[in-house]
């Protein structure tokens, strides 16, 4: 195994001041790190990643039922070659849950990121995947805000200052993915950012996830037992950039090894505004604003940022769900200001 190339930061190290400078280090200077001593056992995560193969081995018809394309709410089944990153397919496969919720009826909606509220696609042929996957986003959950309330600490500001944006149902998204072995390397995920407050990814001991680090690609090892982070948009907004969104990607195993792994995605609620924290005057020195790349415009309106990769990593959900009248026109409002062909261009013609 190689050795670890991001920093290693203890989740009970972040009760002292140096625990806290450590954590601030690693989320402003590279934005990806691993977490150690979270509380999801060793044993736990194993038992989490056996589950996921065992989706994965269920027959193709059956991972169809519940496929994405039946889900305004981008819950569900995708299929090899049916996401796009970066404008290329990916090479994986994945089922995706999020908050389990009602859908609004059609005249309730008044902004298209409402429609990503609804129920999640679970499989009937696999009835233990609802319990044991609802109890892993709880636990994620729990991990994700403690972290986020270390993280507001080690930025100056109360542990509570981003509370009110997660309100009582913060929007959480989580994924299985594998990565089938190909004969060549290729894109298992394109490079992106993620766009909430923060992810975690449970990976299993096969390499492939990287991240950009000046113009190099650094490997995250697999590290038994550990979380990797890293900071979506919003934390880059609400720091005013003093902490980064990372671009990462995942490369494809060869070798006839696949690789699984489990990431889970937590941002405020959908109807939350990220406010820019008043940081103490010798880190907002450091904050010299957010990025700025025309082609992923970073939103502070939560909902849409959200919604704006949900539309471009499923294009054909987007074409047979976004693109009628009433949501063309509400979609125009939004993103006017995204370069929006690349989102649908049926949609916003
Ligand atoms: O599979 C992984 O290790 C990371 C996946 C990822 O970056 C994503 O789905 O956003
Ligand atoms: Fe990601």
Request: hydrophobic share 40%; glycine share 6%; with cysteine.
């Amino acid at each position: 195994m190689n050795a670890a190339t991001l920093p290693i930061i203890s989740m009970t190290s972040l009760e002292s001041a140096a625990g806290l400078a450590a954590l601030r280090e690693a989320a402003s200077e590279v934005g990806f790190f691993y977490l150690t001593d979270h509380g999801l056992s060793e044993a736990a995560q194993q038992r989490y990643l056996a589950l996921t193969r065992t989706f994965f081995q269920l027959p193709t018809a059956v991972k169809q039922t519940i496929d994405m394309i039946h889900s305004p709410h981008f819950r569900g089944y995708n299929a090899l070659g049916s996401e796009m990153t970066a404008g290329r397919l990916d090479a994986r496969e994945q089922f995706d849950w999020m908050n389990e919720e009602l859908a609004l009826a059609p005249d309730q909606l008044r902004s298209p990121w409402q429609k990503l509220i609804g129920p999640n696609l679970w499989p009937s042929a696999m009835p233990s995947l609802k319990p044991a996957l609802t109890q892993l986003q709880q636990t994620m959950s729990h991990i994700t805000v403690n972290l986020l309330q270390k993280l507001c600490l080690a930025l100056g500001v109360t542990s509570n200052a981003l509370d009110h944006t997660l309100g009582s149902q913060p929007y959480t998204h989580a994924k299985l993915i594998r990565y089938p072995a190909q004969q060549a390397q290729q894109q298992g995920v394109g490079a992106h950012k993620d766009p909430g407050y923060l992810t975690l990814v449970l990976q299993d001991a096969q390499s492939g996830l990287k991240v950009e680090r000046g113009n190099e690609w650094v490997n995250v090892a697999p590290i038994p037992g550990a979380l990797v982070v890293n900071i979506g948009e919003l934390l880059e907004l609400a720091s005013n950039g003093f902490l980064k969104a990372t671009n990462h990607k995942v490369e494809s195993p060869t070798g006839g090894i696949e690789r699984y792994s489990i990431a889970f995605f937590m941002a405020a609620q959908l109807s939350a505004t990220v406010p820019v924290l008043p940081l103490p005057s010798h880190l907002k020195a450091r904050a010299l604003g957010p990025s700025t790349d025309p082609n992923n415009p970073l939103l502070t309106d939560v909902g849409n940022n959200v919604l704006k990769g949900r539309l471009r990593s499923h294009p054909q959900v987007t074409r047979k769900h976004y693109c009628d009248d009433q949501l063309r026109h509400l979609l125009a409002k939004s993103f006017a200001h995204l370069p929006t062909n690349e989102i649908c261009n049926e949609c916003l013609a």
